[in-house]
T-cell receptor
Framework: AQSVTQLDSQVPVFEEAPVELRCNYS??????LFWYVQYPNQGLQLLLK??????LVKGINGFEAEFNKSQTSFHLRKPSVHISDTAEYFC??????????FGSGTKLNVKP | NAGVMQNPRHLVRRRGQEARLRCSPM?????VYWYRQLPEEGLKFMVY????????ESGMPKERFSAEFPKEGPSILRIQQVVRGDSAAYFC????????????FGQGTRLTVV
């Protein structure tokens, strides 16, 4: 069965430090991958997406993610975080034109 | 171009009442998804609809919950005889038909059952 796993439920990090949020997906011939961010009491906003082509995908707010087919991973990274990046981040996958599968979320807490 | 519109944003119902949550997808979007988010939990898939069709309802509770996406008008998630455990944020998302597109989310409806 298709699934998305986010390995860390919470990630604390100091401001201006780098961060990586981990995501693994179940393998499929056809898969599209996404990262979303959710601020408190808000809906989800798309950060970036991998559809095909280059395995390094750049998104908004300085985030990027790398698609690794052999490891079935799609980790999200940012070289230097800001207080304003404090939010919950969701990895999602869409298989074979079907519904979107979401991970359980990672709460990023950026400390001053 | 308006985004996904959900209303109401907040809904309070007494136990046993009915809750109706509405979702208007983005213009041109024919696919609608409903998700439930409980405090400190992730997004749980409920149902996936196209116009006039339920594609996948594997996440819907067997009783009291139903969803529709009529030819005209918004998608409706209906919860009959609500219980306290139904209190949650309910998010709607929409997308176009192509698989290589993202889902766009509404701001959610926060249901509180008292």
């Amino acid at each position: 069965a298709q699934s998305v796993t986010q390995l860390d439920s919470q990630v604390p990090v100091f401001e201006e430090a780098p961060v990586e949020l981990r995501c693994n997906y179940s393998s499929s011939v056809s898969v599209y991958l996404f990262w979303y961010v959710q601020y408190p009491n808000q809906g989800l906003q798309l950060l970036l997406k991998y559809l095909s082509g280059s395995t390094l995908v750049k998104g908004i707010n300085g985030f990027e993610a790398e698609f690794n087919k052999s490891q079935t991973s799609f980790h999200l990274r940012k070289p230097s975080v800001h207080i304003s990046d404090t939010a919950e981040y969701f990895c999602a996958a869409r298989y074979n034109f079907n519904k979107f599968y979401f991970g359980s979320g990672t709460k990023l807490n950026v400390k001053p | 171009n308006a985004g996904v519109m959900q209303n109401p944003r907040h809904l309070v119902r007494r136990r046993g009442q009915e809750a109706r949550l509405r979702c208007s997808p983005m213009k041109g979007h024919s696919h609608v998804y409903w998700y439930r988010q409980l405090p400190e939990e992730g997004l749980k898939f409920m149902v996936y609809l196209q116009k006039e069709n339920i594609i996948d309802e594997s996440g819907m509770p067997k009783e009291r919950f139903s969803a529709e996406f009529p030819k005209e008008g918004p998608s409706i998630l209906r919860i009959q005889q609500v219980v306290r455990g139904d209190s949650a944020a309910y998010f709607c998302a929409s997308s176009t038909q192509g698989g290589n597109t993202e889902a766009f989310f509404g701001q959610g409806t926060r249901l509180t059952v008292v």
